[in-house]
Protein backbone atom coordinates (compact mmCIF):
# COMPACT_ATOMS: atom_id res chain seq x y z
CA UNK A 1 0.00 0.00 0.00
CA UNK A 2 1.20 3.45 -0.85
CA UNK A 3 0.28 6.16 2.26
CA UNK A 4 1.28 9.63 2.10
CA UNK A 5 1.18 11.84 5.30
CA UNK A 6 1.38 15.24 4.18
CA UNK A 7 2.89 18.21 6.89
CA UNK A 8 3.14 17.16 9.74
CA UNK A 9 5.31 17.24 12.87
CA UNK A 10 7.67 14.49 12.29
CA UNK A 11 9.52 13.40 15.53
CA UNK A 12 11.83 10.69 15.58
CA UNK A 13 14.35 10.31 18.52
CA UNK A 14 17.09 7.88 17.06
CA UNK A 15 18.32 11.52 15.27
CA UNK A 16 16.51 14.04 17.17
CA UNK A 17 14.32 15.17 14.38
CA UNK A 18 11.46 17.62 14.66
CA UNK A 19 10.85 19.39 11.78
CA UNK A 20 7.63 19.63 9.81
CA UNK A 21 7.33 17.11 6.93
CA UNK A 22 5.99 14.52 4.39
CA UNK A 23 6.51 11.08 4.46
CA UNK A 24 6.17 8.36 1.28
CA UNK A 25 5.54 4.82 2.64
CA UNK A 26 5.49 2.24 -0.07
CA UNK A 27 5.62 -1.77 0.31
CA UNK A 28 5.80 -1.90 3.90
CA UNK A 29 8.88 0.70 4.82
CA UNK A 30 9.40 4.31 4.86
CA UNK A 31 10.22 5.68 1.43
CA UNK A 32 11.08 8.85 1.34
CA UNK A 33 10.98 11.64 4.19
CA UNK A 34 12.11 15.49 3.07
CA UNK A 35 9.85 18.94 3.47
CA UNK A 36 7.57 17.88 0.34
CA UNK A 37 7.08 14.82 -1.64
CA UNK A 38 5.51 15.14 -5.04
CA UNK A 39 4.12 11.65 -5.88
CA UNK A 40 4.28 11.02 -9.51
CA UNK A 41 1.22 8.47 -9.03
CA UNK A 42 -1.37 9.41 -6.63
CA UNK A 43 -0.98 7.28 -3.28
CA UNK A 44 -3.56 5.07 -2.85
CA UNK A 45 -3.96 7.04 0.84
CA UNK A 46 -2.95 10.49 1.68
CA UNK A 47 -3.41 11.43 5.13
CA UNK A 48 -3.38 15.37 6.05
CA UNK A 49 -0.84 15.58 9.37
CA UNK A 50 -1.11 19.55 9.94
CA UNK A 51 -1.06 20.58 13.30
CA UNK A 52 -0.45 16.59 14.22
CA UNK A 53 2.69 14.72 15.41
CA UNK A 54 4.15 11.74 13.28
CA UNK A 55 5.90 9.35 15.66
CA UNK A 56 7.39 5.92 15.04
CA UNK A 57 5.03 3.41 15.97
CA UNK A 58 4.17 3.22 19.31
CA UNK A 59 5.19 -0.31 21.37
CA UNK A 60 3.64 -0.91 24.73
CA UNK A 61 6.26 -3.39 27.23
CA UNK A 62 3.85 -4.60 28.96
CA UNK A 63 0.02 -5.88 28.40
CA UNK A 64 -2.09 -8.71 29.29
CA UNK A 65 -4.25 -10.03 26.56
CA UNK A 66 -5.76 -12.85 28.56
CA UNK A 67 -4.91 -15.69 25.13
CA UNK A 68 -4.88 -18.40 25.61
CA UNK A 69 -7.62 -19.38 28.98
CA UNK A 70 -9.15 -16.30 29.96
CA UNK A 71 -10.67 -15.19 26.63
CA UNK A 72 -13.53 -13.80 28.01
CA UNK A 73 -11.84 -11.03 29.53
CA UNK A 74 -9.59 -10.34 26.31
CA UNK A 75 -7.85 -12.04 23.32
CA UNK A 76 -4.88 -11.54 20.85
CA UNK A 77 -7.18 -9.79 18.07
CA UNK A 78 -9.57 -7.64 20.35
CA UNK A 79 -6.43 -6.36 22.91
CA UNK A 80 -4.38 -5.83 19.16
CA UNK A 81 -7.69 -4.00 18.03
CA UNK A 82 -7.14 -1.68 21.32
CA UNK A 83 -3.44 -1.31 20.66
CA UNK A 84 -3.98 -0.16 17.36
CA UNK A 85 -6.57 2.12 18.28
CA UNK A 86 -4.18 3.40 21.13
CA UNK A 87 -1.65 4.50 18.38
CA UNK A 88 0.29 0.79 19.26
CA UNK A 89 2.06 -1.07 16.39
CA UNK A 90 3.49 -3.67 18.62
CA UNK A 91 2.17 -4.67 22.15
CA UNK A 92 4.00 -7.45 24.67
CA UNK A 93 1.92 -10.23 25.85
CA UNK A 94 2.59 -10.98 29.16
CA UNK A 95 3.06 -15.11 30.32
CA UNK A 96 0.28 -15.17 32.99
CA UNK A 97 -2.40 -16.65 30.54
CA UNK A 98 -3.92 -20.32 31.54
CA UNK A 99 -2.38 -22.20 30.81
CA UNK A 100 0.87 -20.26 31.32
CA UNK A 101 3.07 -19.08 28.28
CA UNK A 102 6.05 -21.56 29.47
CA UNK A 103 6.87 -23.48 26.27
CA UNK A 104 7.73 -22.91 23.16
CA UNK A 105 4.41 -24.65 21.55
CA UNK A 106 2.56 -22.02 23.45
CA UNK A 107 4.54 -18.86 22.24
CA UNK A 108 3.87 -19.92 19.05
CA UNK A 109 0.37 -20.72 19.53
CA UNK A 110 -0.14 -16.53 20.48
CA UNK A 111 2.54 -15.63 17.83
CA UNK A 112 0.72 -17.62 15.27
CA UNK A 113 -2.83 -16.35 15.99
CA UNK A 114 -1.59 -12.32 15.85
CA UNK A 115 0.25 -12.82 12.24
CA UNK A 116 -3.13 -14.42 10.88
CA UNK A 117 -5.51 -12.22 12.69
CA UNK A 118 -3.51 -8.86 14.51
CA UNK A 119 -3.61 -5.65 12.86
CA UNK A 120 -0.44 -4.90 15.00
CA UNK A 121 2.68 -6.50 15.93
CA UNK A 122 2.38 -8.91 19.07
CA UNK A 123 4.98 -10.40 20.91
CA UNK A 124 4.68 -12.79 23.69
CA UNK A 125 7.05 -12.68 26.38
CA UNK A 126 7.96 -16.44 28.05
CA UNK A 127 7.49 -16.83 32.06
CA UNK A 128 10.60 -18.08 33.68
CA UNK A 129 9.51 -20.54 35.96
CA UNK A 130 6.60 -23.54 35.05
CA UNK A 131 3.30 -22.64 36.06
CA UNK A 132 4.91 -19.62 37.27
CA UNK A 133 4.99 -21.33 40.22
CA UNK A 134 8.17 -20.09 41.13
CA UNK A 135 9.97 -24.20 41.35
CA UNK A 136 11.48 -25.16 38.18
CA UNK A 137 12.58 -23.25 35.48
CA UNK A 138 10.23 -23.24 32.35
CA UNK A 139 11.68 -24.14 28.84
CA UNK A 140 13.71 -20.49 28.39
CA UNK A 141 16.03 -21.36 25.99
CA UNK A 142 13.04 -23.16 23.87
CA UNK A 143 10.82 -19.84 24.05
CA UNK A 144 13.61 -18.17 23.02
CA UNK A 145 14.07 -19.97 19.96
CA UNK A 146 10.35 -19.30 18.95
CA UNK A 147 10.98 -15.66 19.68
CA UNK A 148 9.98 -14.43 22.71
CA UNK A 149 11.62 -10.82 22.87
CA UNK A 150 12.06 -11.20 27.08
CA UNK A 151 11.27 -13.29 29.92
CA UNK A 152 8.84 -12.28 33.10
CA UNK A 153 7.14 -13.91 36.17
CA UNK A 154 4.32 -10.78 35.23
CA UNK A 155 1.37 -11.00 38.43
CA UNK A 156 4.53 -12.19 41.17
CA UNK A 157 7.43 -11.98 41.84
CA UNK A 158 10.10 -15.60 41.77
CA UNK A 159 10.81 -15.26 45.26
CA UNK A 160 13.27 -18.04 45.15
CA UNK A 161 16.68 -15.94 44.50
CA UNK A 162 18.93 -18.95 43.45
CA UNK A 163 16.09 -20.07 40.67
CA UNK A 164 15.65 -16.41 39.96
CA UNK A 165 19.38 -16.01 39.28
CA UNK A 166 19.63 -18.73 36.83
CA UNK A 167 16.74 -17.33 34.64
CA UNK A 168 18.60 -14.22 34.52
CA UNK A 169 21.83 -15.68 33.48
CA UNK A 170 20.47 -17.72 30.58
CA UNK A 171 18.73 -14.31 29.47
CA UNK A 172 22.13 -12.69 29.87
CA UNK A 173 23.63 -15.27 27.74
CA UNK A 174 20.75 -14.76 25.42
CA UNK A 175 20.70 -11.58 25.40
CA UNK A 176 17.30 -10.92 26.02
CA UNK A 177 15.36 -8.59 29.02
CA UNK A 178 14.25 -9.79 32.61
CA UNK A 179 10.84 -7.95 33.18
CA UNK A 180 10.24 -7.70 36.61
CA UNK A 181 6.68 -7.64 38.63
CA UNK A 182 8.50 -6.01 42.20
CA UNK A 183 6.45 -7.47 44.90
CA UNK A 184 7.73 -9.68 48.51
CA UNK A 185 4.79 -12.24 47.94
CA UNK A 186 5.60 -12.96 51.95
CA UNK A 187 4.96 -9.27 52.69
CA UNK A 188 1.18 -8.37 50.74
CA UNK A 189 -0.85 -9.91 53.67
CA UNK A 190 -4.17 -9.57 52.00
CA UNK A 191 -3.48 -5.89 51.14
CA UNK A 192 -5.70 -4.51 47.92
CA UNK A 193 -4.42 -0.96 48.74
CA UNK A 194 -1.72 1.52 49.48
CA UNK A 195 -1.07 1.45 53.24
CA UNK A 196 -1.06 5.08 54.34
CA UNK A 197 -4.14 6.77 55.81
CA UNK A 198 -6.66 6.54 53.38
CA UNK A 199 -6.72 2.68 53.63
CA UNK A 200 -7.55 3.00 57.33
CA UNK A 201 -9.79 5.88 56.60
CA UNK A 202 -11.69 2.99 53.97
CA UNK A 203 -10.90 -0.19 56.28
CA UNK A 204 -9.00 -1.67 53.88
CA UNK A 205 -5.80 -3.91 54.16
CA UNK A 206 -2.63 -2.11 52.99
CA UNK A 207 0.36 -2.39 50.36
CA UNK A 208 3.14 -1.04 51.81
CA UNK A 209 6.01 0.56 49.71
CA UNK A 210 8.74 -1.78 51.13
CA UNK A 211 6.58 -4.80 49.45
CA UNK A 212 7.69 -3.66 45.94
CA UNK A 213 11.06 -1.97 47.21
CA UNK A 214 12.72 -5.03 48.60
CA UNK A 215 12.35 -6.55 45.37
CA UNK A 216 13.90 -3.95 43.22
CA UNK A 217 16.74 -3.90 45.63
CA UNK A 218 16.96 -7.72 44.87
CA UNK A 219 17.01 -7.49 41.42
CA UNK A 220 18.79 -4.48 40.67
CA UNK A 221 21.95 -6.71 42.66
CA UNK A 222 21.07 -9.62 40.41
CA UNK A 223 21.29 -7.70 37.39
CA UNK A 224 24.63 -6.44 38.56
CA UNK A 225 25.94 -10.18 39.38
CA UNK A 226 24.36 -11.74 36.33
CA UNK A 227 24.70 -9.04 33.62
CA UNK A 228 21.18 -9.41 32.71
CA UNK A 229 19.26 -6.50 31.42
CA UNK A 230 16.82 -5.72 34.27
CA UNK A 231 13.82 -3.95 32.94
CA UNK A 232 11.66 -3.00 36.13
CA UNK A 233 8.05 -2.75 35.36
CA UNK A 234 5.21 -0.17 36.39
CA UNK A 235 7.51 1.47 39.12
CA UNK A 236 4.69 3.03 42.13
CA UNK A 237 7.36 4.31 45.06
CA UNK A 238 9.92 7.08 45.39
CA UNK A 239 12.52 4.44 46.61
CA UNK A 240 12.03 2.53 43.03
CA UNK A 241 13.14 6.13 41.48
CA UNK A 242 16.11 6.57 43.45
CA UNK A 243 17.40 2.96 43.19
CA UNK A 244 16.90 3.42 39.58
CA UNK A 245 18.84 6.27 39.46
CA UNK A 246 22.14 4.55 41.49
CA UNK A 247 21.98 1.71 39.40
CA UNK A 248 21.93 3.32 36.02
CA UNK A 249 24.87 5.93 37.43
CA UNK A 250 26.92 2.69 38.57
CA UNK A 251 26.34 1.50 34.76
CA UNK A 252 24.64 -0.99 35.64
CA UNK A 253 21.85 -2.54 32.71
CA UNK A 254 18.57 -1.54 34.27
CA UNK A 255 15.77 0.05 32.78
CA UNK A 256 12.33 1.15 34.69
CA UNK A 257 8.59 1.81 33.39
CA UNK A 258 6.01 3.58 34.78
CA UNK A 259 2.09 3.58 33.53
CA UNK A 260 -0.30 6.79 33.23
CA UNK A 261 -2.79 5.73 36.65
CA UNK A 262 0.73 6.05 38.91
CA UNK A 263 2.01 8.90 36.93
CA UNK A 264 -1.62 10.52 37.38
CA UNK A 265 -3.21 9.11 40.50
CA UNK A 266 -2.54 8.65 44.04
CA UNK A 267 -4.64 6.82 46.51
CA UNK A 268 -6.60 10.06 47.71
CA UNK A 269 -8.31 9.49 44.58
CA UNK A 270 -9.60 5.92 45.19
CA UNK A 271 -13.27 5.81 45.57
CA UNK A 272 -14.76 3.80 48.40
CA UNK A 273 -16.09 0.27 46.81
CA UNK A 274 -15.11 1.09 43.26
CA UNK A 275 -12.76 -1.62 42.27
CA UNK A 276 -11.66 0.39 39.23
CA UNK A 277 -9.19 1.91 41.72
CA UNK A 278 -7.43 -1.22 42.47
CA UNK A 279 -4.24 -2.39 40.49
CA UNK A 280 -1.09 -3.67 41.78
CA UNK A 281 1.28 -2.01 42.29
CA UNK A 282 -1.54 0.06 44.14
CA UNK A 283 -1.53 4.19 43.69
CA UNK A 284 0.69 5.48 46.12
CA UNK A 285 0.58 8.79 48.01
CA UNK A 286 1.43 12.27 46.57
CA UNK A 287 5.11 12.12 47.36
CA UNK A 288 5.71 9.09 45.52
CA UNK A 289 3.47 9.89 42.41
CA UNK A 290 5.73 13.46 42.00
CA UNK A 291 8.64 11.47 42.53
CA UNK A 292 7.75 9.00 39.97
CA UNK A 293 6.81 12.40 37.49
CA UNK A 294 10.18 13.60 38.17
CA UNK A 295 11.61 10.53 37.23
CA UNK A 296 10.21 10.70 33.87
CA UNK A 297 10.97 14.51 33.51
CA UNK A 298 14.67 13.78 34.24
CA UNK A 299 14.91 10.64 32.11
CA UNK A 300 15.30 8.20 35.00
CA UNK A 301 12.68 6.18 33.96
CA UNK A 302 13.07 5.46 29.98
CA UNK A 303 9.51 3.77 29.46
CA UNK A 304 5.56 4.74 29.37
CA UNK A 305 4.09 1.13 29.99
CA UNK A 306 0.30 0.85 30.24
CA UNK A 307 -0.14 -2.62 31.69
CA UNK A 308 -2.87 -3.20 30.07
CA UNK A 309 -5.38 -5.46 32.74
CA UNK A 310 -8.69 -6.53 31.06
CA UNK A 311 -11.38 -7.58 33.72
CA UNK A 312 -15.10 -8.47 33.22
CA UNK A 313 -17.50 -6.08 34.48
CA UNK A 314 -18.80 -8.92 37.00
CA UNK A 315 -15.35 -9.38 38.61
CA UNK A 316 -14.89 -5.46 38.54
CA UNK A 317 -18.05 -4.73 40.27
CA UNK A 318 -16.98 -7.23 43.55
CA UNK A 319 -16.05 -5.53 46.82
CA UNK A 320 -12.20 -4.05 46.84
CA UNK A 321 -11.05 -7.18 48.62
CA UNK A 322 -12.27 -9.35 46.05
CA UNK A 323 -12.00 -7.73 42.44
CA UNK A 324 -9.03 -8.69 40.61
CA UNK A 325 -6.24 -6.10 40.47
CA UNK A 326 -5.76 -4.02 37.04
CA UNK A 327 -7.27 -1.45 34.71
CA UNK A 328 -6.88 -1.26 30.99
CA UNK A 329 -4.76 1.36 29.33
CA UNK A 330 -4.16 0.69 25.92
CA UNK A 331 -6.55 3.04 24.64
CA UNK A 332 -6.33 5.69 26.94
CA UNK A 333 -2.04 5.98 27.54
CA UNK A 334 -2.12 8.78 24.75
CA UNK A 335 -4.28 10.97 25.67
CA UNK A 336 -3.47 10.53 29.25
CA UNK A 337 0.38 11.00 28.69
CA UNK A 338 -0.57 14.06 26.19
CA UNK A 339 -2.89 15.79 28.81
CA UNK A 340 -0.69 15.34 31.74
CA UNK A 341 2.67 15.59 31.14
CA UNK A 342 3.38 17.18 27.49
CA UNK A 343 0.57 19.54 27.73
CA UNK A 344 1.62 20.59 31.13
CA UNK A 345 5.56 20.83 29.70
CA UNK A 346 6.65 18.01 31.65
CA UNK A 347 7.69 15.81 28.74
CA UNK A 348 8.70 17.26 25.64
CA UNK A 349 6.89 15.80 22.28
CA UNK A 350 10.23 14.31 21.66
CA UNK A 351 10.53 12.94 25.43
CA UNK A 352 7.09 11.06 24.77
CA UNK A 353 8.10 9.23 21.42
CA UNK A 354 11.39 8.17 23.33
CA UNK A 355 9.33 6.53 25.98
CA UNK A 356 6.81 5.41 24.17
CA UNK A 357 8.62 4.42 21.10
CA UNK A 358 12.10 4.45 20.66
CA UNK A 359 13.56 3.10 23.83
CA UNK A 360 11.02 0.11 24.46
CA UNK A 361 12.26 -0.43 20.82
CA UNK A 362 15.79 -0.81 22.40
CA UNK A 363 15.52 -2.75 24.86
CA UNK A 364 14.08 -5.62 23.42
CA UNK A 365 16.47 -5.16 20.40
CA UNK A 366 13.77 -3.84 17.54
CA UNK A 367 14.42 -2.67 14.73
CA UNK A 368 11.05 -0.40 15.25
CA UNK A 369 10.87 2.92 16.94
CA UNK A 370 12.55 4.89 14.15
CA UNK A 371 11.28 6.96 11.65
CA UNK A 372 14.33 6.59 8.55
CA UNK A 373 14.25 6.11 5.61
CA UNK A 374 14.46 2.03 4.47
CA UNK A 375 12.80 1.49 8.37
CA UNK A 376 9.69 -0.32 8.93
CA UNK A 377 6.91 1.47 7.94
CA UNK A 378 5.57 1.93 12.30
CA UNK A 379 3.58 5.37 12.47
CA UNK A 380 1.96 6.72 14.70
CA UNK A 381 -0.43 10.12 14.05
CA UNK A 382 -1.59 12.02 17.07
CA UNK A 383 -3.45 15.14 16.80
CA UNK A 384 -1.96 17.10 20.21
CA UNK A 385 -5.45 19.83 20.08
CA UNK A 386 -8.03 17.36 20.25
CA UNK A 387 -10.46 17.49 23.01
CA UNK A 388 -12.75 14.83 23.83
CA UNK A 389 -14.18 13.12 27.14
CA UNK A 390 -13.23 9.02 27.63
CA UNK A 391 -15.78 6.83 26.83
CA UNK A 392 -15.20 3.44 27.95
CA UNK A 393 -18.52 2.48 26.27
CA UNK A 394 -15.99 3.01 22.74
CA UNK A 395 -13.18 0.82 23.33
CA UNK A 396 -11.80 -1.83 21.34
CA UNK A 397 -10.83 -3.66 24.30
CA UNK A 398 -13.24 -6.66 25.73
CA UNK A 399 -12.26 -4.67 29.04
CA UNK A 400 -14.14 -1.51 30.28
CA UNK A 401 -12.22 -1.35 33.70
CA UNK A 402 -10.99 2.23 33.94
CA UNK A 403 -10.80 5.03 36.72
CA UNK A 404 -10.32 7.80 33.62
CA UNK A 405 -13.62 6.87 32.06
CA UNK A 406 -15.04 10.32 31.90
CA UNK A 407 -12.22 12.54 32.25
CA UNK A 408 -11.61 15.29 29.95
CA UNK A 409 -8.34 14.21 28.05
CA UNK A 410 -6.52 17.00 24.70
CA UNK A 411 -4.51 14.68 22.31
CA UNK A 412 -5.81 11.76 20.22
CA UNK A 413 -4.58 9.05 17.57
CA UNK A 414 -5.38 10.06 14.84
CA UNK A 415 -3.80 7.27 12.78
CA UNK A 416 -1.95 3.75 13.48
CA UNK A 417 0.26 2.78 10.42
CA UNK A 418 1.76 -0.90 10.70
CA UNK A 419 4.04 -2.50 8.46
CA UNK A 420 2.73 -0.02 5.93
CA UNK A 421 -1.12 -0.77 6.49
CA UNK A 422 -3.47 1.26 8.08
CA UNK A 423 -4.27 -0.44 11.28
CA UNK A 424 -6.32 2.04 12.60
CA UNK A 425 -7.34 5.23 11.61
CA UNK A 426 -9.83 7.93 12.86
CA UNK A 427 -12.57 8.93 10.44
Do not use: W
Not at 187 to 204: A, F, I, Y
Not at 216 to 242: F, N, P, Q, W, Y
Amino acid sequence: MKILIKKGRILNPSDQTDKIGDILVEDGVIKEMKEEIECKETPEKIIDAKGCYIMPGLIDLHVHLRDPGLTYKEDVVTGAKAGAKGGFTTILAMPNTKPVIDCADRVNYVHNKAKELAPIHVLQVGAVTKQQKGEELADIEGMIKAGIPAISEDGKSVMNTRIYKEAMQIAADHNIPVFAHCEDQNMVNGGCVNEDEKSKELGLPGISNAVEDIIVARDIMLAKETGASLHLCHCSTKDSVRMIELAKEEKLPVTGEVCPHHFILTSDDVVAGDANYKMNPPLRTKEDRDALVKGLKDDIFDVISTDHAPHSREEKQRSMTEAPFGIVGLETAVPLTMTELVHKGILTPMQMAEKMSYNPAKIIHSDRGRLEVGSPADITIIDPEKEYVIDSKTFESKGKNTPFNGRKVKGMVKATICDGEIAYIEE
